[in-house]
Every structure is written in structure tokens, then in C-alpha cells.
């Protein structure tokens, strides 16, 4: 391997990038940010891909989740509340499913950047540059809007620095204590079927609390009752960003990402003679890598050498998203490659970005369905191959959004426009959520 350094990405084949008019100010921004501070700090990374190696290890489970691509216009207290809100809800369900604690990362503060399918987008006989996220153009649908902004960047950078500031009050500041389970029930998921399920789950966990509190285990003298570990993580696109926030750990000497604790990397710029590749390669995040449906075997064997060449567990995470029936065919023999070649992997399945379909009416959306079916086939594959479903990703929202079809809340292709916000993808809504994580709650008990 040749030597890495926070810019060597440059000399690789890189896709997905924008082209900036303005390269003076491109530089400018850089430079600020270069000397900003840390998002996160290294330590807290080390302990995610601590905490992944149980996962890889079968011994916890992964919850990923949030936007599609968080927007700098929706940023806001009650947004940050709501996303966090429903990944607790989720995750306390999870963890009494399984048995085993549930790592807990959301798409969040920092999901600014997007790798769009068409370079361009017609309304009307107009044509101009497709969106890309708030970290490089706006959605606006105008000319100017549209152009990639470098000053975006210290935007971003601001939005995820107070996004972050909140989620680490929720997570340490009592919000997410145990005690509190049954208050997380949102307005107005409480009035809907899974919100009275929730309450009824929760009051058997306050009950289980009361007992241990009883026998001296209790939030004031166990902090891990009264508090909670949460991530950040994004899709390390915007390399220039991203470059400019790496960081040497001074007392190891190891370069980390720091506008993140965990960076994925998307399907569509995985390749791994890429520049996207190369620059995390170098950063010692825990990192993911999105795997399709035209994944071959050579490909993941690759992106293990070049990612994980230790085989450190904790390190590498697949998230597999193929859909519910191509995954059969796709999946078997990589969970066989890994295991014959002793790799330690976090297997982790994102049951959205392979079931998108288009609407007559052009909106895009999801089927909970679909959605549903491609997470059991996940656990049933794990399940006869002998390997550890380690966890799931999803695209969701803790707002009363109408962009997936179906669930129990019955949300039909007429109804999408009624609430339809996402700036990206379709979105679970918080009922939708709760109840995907019921449901899994049940596989994960019958698997145990
Ligand atoms: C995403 O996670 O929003 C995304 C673009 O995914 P993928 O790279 O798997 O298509
Ligand atoms: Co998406």
C-alpha cells in the first residue's frame, strides 16, 4: 500500500464530487475548517468500534437511522428531540427483543451530502444541476440555488456542531434515562395502535425498574440506567469536507474523521480503486460500506483488504441493501467468503434503498411490506448460514410524515402527498418505525 495522508484521495478516480466555479473561496472555506475544531473527539470513536466488535462478535445489535439527507431549513430543537426520541423507542424495544444491548448511531449531524442518479433535473423544459444536499447546493429549483456553494460547507460544519451539542445533552443530560420510557411516547404516535403497544411494553419496563431500584440499582448511582451512548454518522461524500476535518490523535498518532464518529460509504462510490475508497482507508473511524445487488464475492474480499487489512473486529460494517428477493441469490455466498477467510465484519441490513418505486403521480416511496420482507430474509439467511444479522439501517423520521406506503396506519399512494417532506428519499414515519421494531423485536426473540 502506498502511504496515506488526509489528501492522497486526490490522485484517485472520484465520482460524485461537484465542480466548484469558485475555487478561491472552495480553498478559503477549507482553510477555516481545517482549523475549526473537532466535531467529535477520537476517543469517542474508539469506543463505537469497541462497542461494533460485539456486534461483530454477536454479543449486541446495531440500530442505524434517520434522514435520507437532513435539511439545514428543518434543523431545529423539536426535529433533533423527535429523531432521537423515536431511535430510543426503537432501540429500548430492540434491546429487550434480543436480550443484548443495541449500539445506537443516527444519520444525523452531518447527513448534508448526497450522490444523486442524474446529474440533472428537468421541471417544466427547464434542466439544472440535480440536488445534492444542503452541504452543496439548495433545493431550490433556480439556477443560482442549484450552483455547489463552498460556504455550505461552514454551514454544514455549524448545523451538525449544534446538532451534536443537543443530541450529547439528551443522550448525558437525563432525557434518555430508563425511568423516563414511558414519557418518550410521542403525541401523536400515543393515539395510534403501536403507541398503546409501546405504553404497555414500557409499563412492564417501568415495573422491571422499580424492582431493581428496590435492590439498589438505581439512575442516581447507575449512570448506565440515567444515560445513553449515541453516534453520529454521514456519508463521507463531500471529501473536501471531509478531509479538512481529519485530525491526528495526538496520543496514538492515528488519524480520525472528526465530523463523525462512524462514515459510510455509499454504493455508488465504492469502488475500491476510488477516491472515496482511499480516503478511508487512512481514517481510523469505524467505517460502512453499502453493498447492492451486483455485489460480487472479489468485491467484498477487496474491500476488506483495503479497508480492514488488521481484521480488526468493529472496524468494517457491510450494509447490504438488495432487496427482499435478490438477497437470496446475492447474500449467501459473501456471509460464505467472510467466514472461510476468518474476516471479522458487522453485517448490517438497510431494508430501504432497493425497494424505491416510483408513484404515477412521480413521488417516490416504500412499501412497509417490501420493507419488512427484506429484513426477515436477512435474518433467515444470518439464520441458515450460521452467521450474526447484526443490525439494521433505516431511513425514518420521528415526524408524522405520510412518504412509505402501508403499515398498520395504512398509509396509501394517495395519501403520500398529504405529508411528503423528505428533500431525498422516502422516509418511515414514527409509527411505521415503532412498529418495524416490534416486529423485529419478535424475530430477534425467536432467534435467541
Ligand atoms: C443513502 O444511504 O442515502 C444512500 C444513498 O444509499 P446507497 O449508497 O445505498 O444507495
Ligand atoms: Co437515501
Known sequence: MTEWMPNTWRDYPVHHLPQYANQERLHAVEKELRKSPPLVFAEEALQLKKSLAKVANGQAFLLQGGDCA??????????????????????????????MPVVKIGRMAGQYAKPRSSETETKNGITLPSYKGDNINGIEFSEQSRQPNPDRMMQAYHHASATLNLLRAFAQGGFADLNKVQEWNLGFVQDSLQGEIYQRFARRISATLAFMKACGIKSETVPLVRETS???????????????????????????????????????????????????????????????????????????????????AGRLTFITRMGPVKIFDVLPPLLRAVE????????????????????????????????????????????????????????????????????????????????????????????????????VAEILKKNS
Open 70 to 99: 437532513e435539511s439545514f431549513a428543518d434543523f431545529s430543537a423539536n426535529n433533533i428531540r423527535d429523531m432521537f426520541r423515536i431511535l430510543l423507542q426503537m432501540a429500548v424495544v430492540l434491546m429487550f427483543g434480543s436480550g
Open 340 to 439: 472461510r477467510e476468518g474476516l471479522k465484519i458487522v453485517w448490517t441490513c438497510d431494508p430501504m434503498h432497493a425497494n424505491t418505486q416510483t408513484t404515477s403521480t412521480g413521488l417516490k416511496t416504500r412499501d412497509f411490506d417490501a420493507i419488512l420482507s427484506e429484513v426477515q430474509a436477512f435474518f433467515d439467511i444470518h439464520k441458515a448460514e450460521g452467521t450474526f444479522a447484526g443490525g439494521l439501517h433505516f431511513e425514518l423520521t420521528g415526524k408524522n410524515v405520510t412518504e412509505c406506503v402501508g403499515g398498520t396506519v395504512k398509509i396509501t399512494e394517495e395519501e403520500l402527498a398529504e405529508h411528503y417532506d423528505t428533500l431525498c428519499d422516502p422516509r418511515l414515519n414514527a409509527t411505521q418505525s415503532l412498529e418495524l421494531a416490534f416486529l
Open 230 to 312: 449515541f453516534y453520529t454518522s454521514h456519508e463521507a461524500l463531500l471529501l473536501p469536507f471531509e478531509e479538512a476535518l481529519t485530525r491526528v490523535d495526538l496520543s496514538t498518532g492515528d488519524w480520525y474523521d472528526c465530523s463523525a464518529h462512524f462514515l459510510w460509504i455509499g454504493e455508488r462510490t465504492r469502488d475500491p480503486k476510488g477516491a472515496h475508497i482511499e480516503f478511508c482507508r487512512g481514517i481510523n473511524n469505524p467505517i460502512g460500506v453499502k453493498i447492492g445487488p451486483n455485489t460480487k464475492v472479489d468485491d467484498i474480499l477487496r474491500l476488506c483488504e483495503v479497508l480492514n487489512p488488521l481484521n480488526e
